[in-house]
Structures are given as structure tokens and as C-alpha cells.
């Protein structure tokens, strides 16, 4: 049968209420695979109707988020409302369920294949826990009611002695269920032939022992105490789940329910326990819950397994209990794949998990596998902190020797975060991020190697993070301002233009510096949106100036910064122009800053946009320079105009007197520049005998504390 192509999302139906075409297939599957096995008086078209129905809440389930198993609980509650309770009929639900319903069900796109099948499998675990526990109800039910007659019929004996033995007699011989009959010493009277099945021996067997020795090392205390209630007449009946050993040293599990039987003037005369056989059904269930806690490539625990026993394990510490992980991460994994093949890469994988297991299968030590080539392993109670870091180290030993697949040796590398400490004051989401952050601290420094946490670096990361994933709506929500520096000409202390200098009104963390945001944003690619943003304000507020007349005759000009990545941008020429046009300002009153380092690492390709911009009249400025390590050669195929030079060069010009190198330098920059036809901008002039210095070597404009700080743009006039 051809799957459907885009099922419907989990609330849409067909016309007139009718299920989606993946549903409707699903569902007449799963009607043709159960119907002949179901004991039902609904007719083949009305229990296909039910099914679809059924259908509709899996589907709903499995592509809930978040997701929850429960409605497979429901489902299987369901079946056996329906009588599908013969032994073939769960295998063959769970069997449908598991080949069709991710299949029909669910949606690649919003669903990778491989968690549809794993919620698959926790609602096949769902489905077989409701029926086990709508059948045991039923079963209990039945086992009263059988109680009852007991009861009836031994007190029917005086009046109707032989028909009521024989009734009984009928019940007790033909029922599947196990039954046996104890005095209320626990001595056995009675067994059936099912019970004598159920223990693999002979009904002798069984009758020569006193119920008080049917006991097994997994018993429960309450098993046996409400045991001993039931005998002293204070409890009437109650219900277990029950495990026996058998004459062959296997295990029965049932479901055992005990009923006290009271002669006619109220004294308890007898015990009857009713026994139903459920070991398969257990060992199924195990079976549904070892593949939903599994790795199904490396058989390691998996990450639901992981955090259940860690929660366990922070939950029943004692105050001085400790708590250890290691988070390891395969260096390069990705390009295996990419390189060799998935096959390749799940060969390695299962590779490196032998090999971790070995060093991580100690006493209180688990490893799982939590995601594509992440590893976890919990140390729990560890001695010293030591303990963890050294296991850490027997990683990295055990993963430096190659790993032969396919007869190819590859190299295996892997960073480790280490994370210890008192399981009271720690959380499992709290260890699990903090050893991530930890791990790619070690991948940021070379790799193949651990690093212990660091509250400091965690917290430094935490904020990068916060702010990454807060500057969307920052940019959207005008969290952004900008100040402006004055740009003042040297020969006579005019003011030139200012600086745009962009800051971060944060709501929690106060006023930002670039310093602070620029990197991030450009990590990201929101340094485009927000660059764009910048240039706007920048050159409306050059445009007001100028309507003002700030700065007499010769108009104020603008220097607003370009990042990297805006520099490689490829509509950058025509987003400023559009910018310039719908302002009105003037090519010449923008200047762009582009770091020394980043204007001589570009190509004549990526110069290409800037020698437009210079066409057009637009300034640019070689900013930081003297930090880039150039070729001083180089600055004659630059589009550049300007020299901004780095403060570095003339901190030793505020000293008196001045340190003679620093003035050499200066000297020569400023020469080179001169004769380059490039004028010279120094940045960071905080003394007058520092302006002094600069102003006779030659420089013709300086910005910095000197003449003043970055303010709002209504302070520029006054600024110098």
C-alpha cells in the first residue's frame, strides 16, 4: 500500500468529519489484523469505525508537543472494552502500531523519523499497560464474582448439598485462571488443574505446601502483611502482582487475588486465591520499556534513562552525598559522516561506546548516550573530585588508540566537560548545561582534552547565550541607541563630524558596550539588520545637523562602523546608497570605519563594494591601524581615505617626556600616510600634552576623552 503524501495535522479531518486519508489506511489495518480475533457483536463496519477513532487519538499523541504516552493508556483500555482479549490480540495491536503508525501517522517534516519511532515505542508501552490494567480489572471483577458463588455454594450445602458441589466443582475444574482453596492456617485443601500448570507440577506438588511458603525474594513487605490480615479476619480480599518460583527454577508473575470465605455465622472458614498467568505480558513490557530507555545502535542507556536516574539519584542524596558527570563530545564526527558515510560514522560510534563502557562500568557509574556523538557518564557518591577527572582521563586514553572500521583506521578525539560537586545544590538541568558549556570550553581550546567547571565560565556563557537569544527582540523591540563621539580637526579644534558609537539598552543587564554585543551579533548574522539600523539613525542625525548648521560652513560628517561580515554583504553598496538617497545626505559626509585587520585579509573582489562607495565620494577609513600586522605596502591598493590610528601608538605621547619611539612611529605613519594622499584620524587623546604631541607631528583630526566622551546627539555642539 503507497503511504500518503503530508498527512493532516493532528486536529484536521477529511470532509464531513472523516479522518485523513494516512488515518483511514491505518486504521482498516489495523481492523483487518485484530477483527478475527475479537469476541465483539459489533459488526465489522462499526468496529472499523472504532479503530479509526483509536486512530485519530495515536496520531493526536504522537504528534503532540510536548509529548505525553498517556492516550495509549486510553487506547488500550479501550481494546478490551471492545473484547479484543484473546492471547493473539496484543501482539498483533502493538505489531500494527509499530510497523504503521509513524508510517500513516506522522509528518518527516515535523517529525524526524527516528523520534517518531521512539514515541512510538512509549506509546506501544502506553497501549500494553492500559490493557494489562483494563483485563486485571475485568479479571478482578470475574474473581469476585467467583468468589460470591463460592461462597453461596457453601452455604447452600445443608440445603443443596450435591448440586452446589457440583456447580462449584464445574467452576473450580474448567476455569483458566488458577484457583486454590487454604484453611486459615495457609494449609492448601484445593488446587485446580490451571494452577498446577502455572507451577510446572503435579496438583500433589503443589498441595503439600502451606501458602506461607509460597513466598519469593522479590515479594514486597505489604504482600504479606495484608496476607496476615486477611488471615486474622480484618481484611476481606486484596490484590497483587505476585512472583513464584517454579520446580524448574523459572519465574511465575500473576496476578493474585485473595478472598476470605466466612461461614454463616460470620467466622473466616477459607482462603481462595485467584491466580492469572501474566509472565508474558511482563516480559513484554520489560521488553516495550528496555527499548524506550535504550540506544537502539549502541545499547547504551539512553537520554531518557539518563535523566530519570539522575533525578533519582539528586532526589535521594543525603545532605553530604556528591554527584559527578562526565559530557563528552566527538571532535570532528560530522566530517566522518560527511566524508565516509552514516555507516562509517554508526560503526565508529558503536566502537567508541565499548570502549567507554569499559572505563565508565564501575560500581555507581552509568554511561549514556544522549545524543549524535554525545556521550554522559554519572559518577555517583564519587570519593574526591579526582575520581571524576580520572575518569575522564581513561576516556581520552582509551579513545587515543585508531578505530578500525571497515579496515579503515580512524582517529578518534573527543572534549570532555567535568562537572562535581554536592548533589544537594545541583539540579539535573543545572549539571547538564553546565557540563555542555564546560565540554565546548575544552573543544575551544584544541580539543581532545577535559575541562573542569567553572561557576565563573558558566555564568560568562550563561550571559552570552542570554543575550544571543535575546537580540532578535531587542533589534525588534528598539532596545538600541547610539552615542556619538566628536571627530575634531587638530590645526584649529573645529569639530569634523562624530562617530556613531551603538550601545544596548538591556532591561536586566543596564547599558551595554558594543564590546559586550558586536561579536555576538556578527556570530549570528544579526549584524546586518543591526548595521543597517545604525547607518540609518547615523546619517538622519548628519541630516539634522546639517538643517541646524552645526559645524559652520563645511558640513558635519558621520563615521559609522562596518563589521566583517557586513563588508562580505552583497547588497552593502546598495543598501547604503538607498539609505544616502532617502536621508539627503551627501556621498562626502559619510565615512564607513573598517578594521585594519579586516580591509587587508579581503580580496579584490571583496574590496570591489568599498572602491564603489569610494567613487561615489563616500569616506572610508582604515580603523585600528598599526594592529593587523599589514604590509605597509598594501595600503596603496586600499580604497581607504583615512588612517584612524590605534591608541596603542600614542600612550607613551601623554608621558613627559614622551617615549621617543612612540614618537618616531607616529612620525613615520603620519609621513606615509601624507604622502599616500590619506589623512590621519588618532583615536583615544585623553591629555592636552598628548593633543599638543599629535598636532605637531602632523595628525589632522583626533576623538577621545581630551575633548569628549560619547553622548546623546543633542550634546554635540557643546561637546567641543
Known sequence: MTPPTGPLGPHEHGAGGEPPDGLRRFARIWCRAVYADTATSMTRAEFEELMAGLTRRLADALRARPFDPSPGRAVGEALVAAHCTVPEALPRVLGVVDAYLPLYCSDPAELPADEARARSTRLQHAIAAGYAAALQERTREEQEALSRAALSAQREIARALHESETRFRAVFKDAALGIALADMSGRVLDVNDALARMFGGSEHHVRSRSILEWTHPEDPPEVWRMQRELMRGEREHFQVEKSYGRTDGTVLWTNLTVSLLRAANGEPRYMLAMMEDVSERRLLNLRLRYQATHDALTDLPNRSLFFERLEQALSRASDTARIGLCYLDLDGFKAVNDSLGHAVGDQLLIAVAERLHDCASGPGQMLA???????????????????????????????????????????????????????????????????DITMYRAKAEGGN?????????????????????????????????????????????????????????????GVLGPDRFIPLAEHTGLIVPLGRWVLQEAVRQACQWQVRGIGGPRPLKVNVNLSPRQLHHPELVEDTISVLEEAGLPPSSLCLEVT?????????????????????????????????????????????????????????????????????????????????????TVEGVETSTQADRLRELGCDSAQGWFYARPGPPERLPEAV
Open 369 to 435: 548516550r544522549i545524543g549524535g556523538d554525545e556521550f554522559v557518564a554519572l559518577v555517583l557518591d564519587p570519593p574526591s573530585p579526582e575520581t571524576v577527572t580520572e575518569l575522564a582521563e581513561r576516556a581520552l586514553y582509551a579513545l587515543s588508540t585508531p578505530v578500525d572500521v571497515g579496515g579503515r583506521e580512524l582517529m578518534v578525539r573527543a572534549s570532555i566537560g567535568v562537572v562535581e560537586g554536592p548533589a544537594r545544590h545541583l539540579s539535573s538541568a543545572e549539571m547538564l548545561r553546565s557540563a
Open 449 to 509: 582534552r577535559y575541562a573542569v567547571a567553572d561557576p565563573d565560565s558558566d555564568a560568562r556563557a550563561i550571559s552570552r547565550h542570554h543575550l544571543t537569544h535575546h537580540l532578535p527582540a531587542a533589534l525588534k523591540g528598539a532596545e538600541f541607541f547610539i552615542e556619538y563621539q566628536p571627530l575634531v580637526k587638530m590645526e584649529d579644534g573645529s569639530l569634523e563630524g562624530a562617530e556613531a558609537l551603538v550601545r544596548w539598552s538591556h532591561p536586566r543587564h
Open 596 to 680: 585594519e585587520t579586516a580591509m587587508i585579509r579581503a580580496d579584490e573582489n571583496e574590496l570591489r563594494p568599498l572602491r564603489e562607495l569610494a567613487d561615489l565620494g563616500v569616506g572610508i577609513a582604515l580603523d585600528d591601524f598599526g594592529t593587523g600586522y599589514s604590509n605597509l605596502a598594501n595600503l596603496r591598493r586600499l580604497p581607504a581615505s583615512t588612517l584612524k590610528l590605534d591608541r596603542s601608538f600614542t600612550l607613551g605621547l601623554q608621558r613627559a617626556p614622551a617615549d621617543p619611539v612612540d614618537l618616531k612611529i607616529v612620525e613615520g605613519i603620519v609621513s606615509l600616510a601624507h604622502t599616500l594622499e590619506l589623512s590621519v
